[in-house]
């Protein structure tokens, strides 16, 4: 059998149920921020922010990784270039404007 017997004052009681009140009305004040639109658009806009920012993150790393891999098959640990790789290269790439430089030169005529 549970005690019901009160020994606090009638003042002490309302010095409580005011606490509480008072307790309650943050809580409540504290919800209504949280539901609040503008709160939730701003964590949403936080949220993509944060994911687009991985994301870039990641392209950036992976794109590094790539030109690094790249000038690692073009230039020497000293930093020099390999001329034997550099050179070949090269020629493709002029022959290849060349031919483009060519063909457009063909067709305006």
């Known amino acids: 059998m549970a005690d019901t017997s009160d020994t606090r004052t009638p003042a002490q009681i309302e010095a409580d149920i005011k606490r509480r009140r008072e307790v309650l009305a943050e809580t409540l004040d504290e919800i209504g921020v949280r539901v609040h639109p503008k709160t939730i658009m701003g964590d949403a806009k936080a949220k993509a922010a944060a994911e687009v920012d991985r994301t870039l993150g990641r392209a950036y790393v992976q794109v590094n990784r790539a030109v690094s891999e790249v000038r ?15 050179v070949p290269v090269a020629l493709v790439v002029v022959g290849v404007v060349g031919l483009l430089a060519f063909g457009t030169r063909r067709r305006r005529r």
């Open 72 to 86: 690692g098959q073009f230039v020497d640990e000293q930093g020099a270039p390999r001329l034997e790789r550099v």
